[in-house]
Nanobody, 116 residues
Framework: QVQLVESGGGLVQPGGTLRLSCAAS????????MRWYRQAPGKGRELVAH????????NYGDSVKGRFTISRDNAKNTVYLQMNSLKPEDTAMYYC?????????WGQGTQVTVSS
């Protein structure tokens, strides 16, 4: 059974850090590009970060550049999102996604709330 399970979300103060994890099962992430998206209440889904399957090239949304880092550990079949210097506007549900030319898989999401 294909599954993506996000974890690591929570409540953090502005300026704080969180590390999200996305653990995959039922398929091998090394052959998939991986992405993190987020969706805040009343807003559309926003692409946060992308990492390719081969050379591990990365891309980021403008709102998170310089603060967030996506990485992958193929041996653990897991992708991470390191989030630094968090701002209240980063508050959202964060989802990971795995995609290749044939399939796209989604996790159930993990909530990140940035508030004092």
């Amino acid at each position: 059974q294909v599954q993506l399970v996000e974890s690591g979300g929570g409540l953090v103060q502005p300026g704080g850090t969180l590390r999200l994890s996305c653990a995959a099962s039922g398929f091998t992430v090394s052959t998939y590009a991986m992405r993190w998206y987020r969706q805040a209440p009343g807003k559309g889904r926003e692409l946060v970060a992308h990492i390719t399957s081969t050379v591990h090239s990365t891309n980021y949304g403008d709102s998170v550049k310089g603060r967030f880092t996506i990485s992958r550990d193929n041996a653990k079949n897991t992708v991470y999102l390191q989030m630094n210097s968090l701002k209240p506007e980063d508050t959202a549900m964060y989802y990971c996604s795995a995609l290749n030319s044939l399939y796209t898989y989604w996790g159930q999401g993990t909530q990140v709330t940035v508030s004092s």
